[in-house]
């Protein structure tokens, strides 16, 4: 098969895949808000002057599945062939590498101390993602205490990659606000369990207070460790009603990764579940697929509702035409 027929095959089977991705939300009445997604990325400086765009993925609470999903979103884009770094900002704590069966002798920590350069601490590893480790265990400066070294490391980051993802520290913290109100997209991932969806409010809610609610038109909801879609359909609902009568806008939701105990095991093992045949890795290799449409120039020609309308009535009209 000749190289130009294959292209033309994985495009069509991605432009498949895309179109059932619009279609299915229909069914449990979450479809504007997962059309939302495709919408264009926060009007960030980054657009401009080359950089690439930065995802941050941040959670209320800790314990549910941020990192883990950092991870394995963060290969499933490497994996399309996208140039992406996974950035632990989660400084002292963070656990990207161990996740990835790394143990990363040099970490972001060293970068903004001044002991070692960005390219010393990039790690390739699975399908190519590139991560820059956090550190574990050891004596760090938290990001709370932004400064110039910080924003030119990130800086540094994104001249080198396509995309950027940032696996921030759960909470509320002041470096965590900060890092969600300059990045072009941010990812929440909550649980259906209320703790977890009192927290993922309370960050929401702090994201209004501090940077306008406007933002929140960039926060796109992940419901992890649902039974279920109808599950994390309802965790959203729920989430975005609250959201809409006391701040006046809420969260996208961006789709869900199912419960599923091998993935448990796949954390103790330092696999990352995205590189197993199970449906929490179709999940979260669908969720890639989104952001990467929904970010990268190119992923798409043009990111409108009617672009996708288009192309779900291509797709269609080639299905029935066999």
């Not at 400066?141 to 800086?155: K, N, V």
């Not at 990045?183 to 259906?192: D, F, H, I, M, S």
């Not at 199970?278 to 449409?293: E, K, N, Q, T």
């Amino acid at each position: 098969m000749s190289r130009a027929v294959h292209d033309a095959s994985d495009q069509a089977s991605q432009l498949r895949d895309l179109a059932r991705e619009v279609e299915s939300p229909r069914r449990d009445g979450h479809a504007d808000s997962v059309l939302r997604l495709t919408g264009p990325p926060h009007d960030h400086e980054g657009e401009s002057d080359g950089l690439a765009p930065v995802v941050a993925i941040a959670s209320g609470k800790g314990g549910v599945g941020k990192t883990s999903i950092a991870v394995s979103l963060g290969i499933a884009l490497a994996g399309t062939g996208v140039r992406t770094t996974l950035v632990d900002a989660d400084l002292g704590v963070g656990d990207v590498d161990v996740l990835c069966g790394i143990n990363a002798a040099r970490h972001l920590g060293h970068v903004l101390d001044g002991r070692a350069t960005l390219e010393e601490v990039l790690i390739e590893t699975h399908r190519g993602l590139r991560i820059v480790g956090g550190g574990s265990g050891l004596s760090a400066r938290s990001t709370e205490e932004r400064g110039t070294s910080y924003d030119r490391a990130i800086r540094s980051v994104r001249a080198k990659s396509a995309l950027v993802l940032i696996d921030l520290g759960a909470g509320l913290g002041r470096g965590v606000i900060d890092s969600c109100a300059d990045a072009e997209r941010v990812l929440v991932v909550t649980t259906p369990e209320p703790t977890a969806i009192a927290d993922a409010y309370a960050l929401l809610k702090t994201l209004a207070h501090r940077v306008g609610p406007d933002c929140l038109d960039r926060v796109h909801l992940v419901v992890n460790r649902a039974r279920g879609r109808a599950e994390a359909a309802e965790t959203h609902r729920r989430i975005a009603a609250v959201c809409s009568r006391f701040l006046g806008v809420a969260p996208v939701y961006a789709g869900c990764v199912r419960d599923d105990a091998r993935v448990r095991r796949s954390v103790h093992d330092r696999v990352p579940f995205v590189l197993r045949r199970w449906g929490a890795a179709s999940d979260v290799r669908a969720l890639a697929r989104r952001v990467r449409f929904s970010m990268l120039p190119g992923a798409g020609s043009g990111s409108s509702r009617q672009h996708l309308a288009r192309l779900v009535r291509s797709v269609r009209m080639s299905q029935i035409s066999r």
